[in-house]
């Protein structure tokens, strides 16, 4: 099993950037992606970002292409997500997953599914 634990989340305004990230303990070494999803307020889940563990494989969103970067340190077990020109509608619930499957769909189309482990979240405003 593989523990994440995600920080960095804030109130920030519309045009601000901001970076989260996201701590992974437990048996890291069987990790084969890393993602972000995101849940606004009475919305569903939305798929933000993944990145290969071993790779520069990375998949995003449509909403956040352009203006968010995923990034990782394997060091460090960490995984980033830095987001630029935030809108108020990035204001979201943001959640750090992982998966151990090697899912080729994944990068195509990045969907809860594909993940095994899931953060508790950080609450991301974007408000003036």
């Known amino acids: 099993q593989v523990q994440l634990v995600e920080s960095g989340g804030g109130l920030v305004q519309p045009g601000d950037s901001l970076r989260l990230s996201c701590v992974a303990s437990g048996r890291t070494f069987s990790i084969y992606a890393m993602g972000w999803f995101r849940q606004a307020p009475g919305k569903e889940r939305e798929s933000v970002a993944a990145?290969?563990?071993?790779?520069?494989?990375?998949y995003y969103g449509d909403s956040v292409k352009g203006r968010f970067e995923i990034s990782r340190d394997n060091a460090k077990k960490t995984v980033y997500l830095q987001m630029g020109s935030l809108k108020p509608e990035d204001t979201a619930v943001y959640y750090c997953?992982?998966?151990?499957?090697?899912?080729?769909?994944?990068?195509?189309?990045?969907?809860?599914?594909?993940?095994?482990?899931w953060g508790k979240g950080t609450l991301v405003t974007v408000s003036s």
């Open positions: 990145i290969r563990w071993s790779s520069s494989r990375t």
């Open positions: 997953a992982a998966t151990g499957s090697a899912h080729d769909s994944l990068w195509e189309n990045l969907r809860e599914e594909h993940m095994d482990s």
